[in-house]
């Protein structure tokens, strides 16, 4: 618990007092964990589970006083070079807040709120959005579908499709038969 406390500006764990928690901006953090828990992205379920869990800390955590702000560090767009190289790199495989938090020396939960600061956006969705970049780059170049769909991380070819078309109206396969892909 001791590195929780220290990244949220502490130096030991909260107490919470409250046996029951009236906070409906919680419960939805909440209830977005733990809907992202039953999907296949392992990144955007533990972002919305760490979210969730730092909102609980901070708005109902007693320190024993007044709570000390956590110190924001002014490194987050360099760290965030540092996130968007692992994220090309290792863009076939599994990413994860720890893989990306090892490389810059950072939290958890510094990843997350680096990339709500610098990009407005959480780790999830910067990959999400590398993936499908580099999956259209592919298709453009000749590549088939589930090579495509592999090579950009993807589970399989559906999970590419279902990706593509929520973000752009369309299936892979349909602008390629159109000949024309979307901007990205």
């Known amino acids: 618990m001791g590195a929780i406390a220290d990244e949220l500006g502490q130096d030991r764990p909260p107490l919470f007092s409250q046996a029951i928690v009236d906070d409906a901006d919680l419960v939805q953090a909440v ?34 006083g007044r709570r000390r702000e956590a ?52 780790p999830a969705a910067f990959i999400r959005d590398r993936r499908l970049r580099r999956a259209d780059l592919l298709i453009r170049q000749g590549s088939d579908l589930a090579g495509a769909a592999f090579a950009a991380g993807f589970s399989d070819q559906s999970h590419l499709s279902r990706t593509f078309r929520a973000a752009h109206g369309m299936t892979p396969g349909m602008f390629r038969r159109a000949g024309t892909l979307p901007s990205s």
């Open 71 to 122: 110190v924001e560090s002014f490194g987050s767009k360099s760290r965030l070079r540092v996130y968007e190289q692992v994220i090309e790199d290792h863009l076939n495989s599994d990413l994860d807040l720890q893989r990306l938090a090892e490389a810059a020396g950072v939290t958890r939960f510094q990843v997350i709120r680096d990339f709500r600061k610098v990009l407005g956006l959480t």
């Open 31 to 64: 209830g977005v964990a733990h809907l992202a828990s039953t999907s296949n992205d392992a990144t955007s379920a533990e972002t919305s589970m760490l979210i969730a869990l730092r909102k609980l800390i901070l708005r109902h955590g007693d320190w024993g």
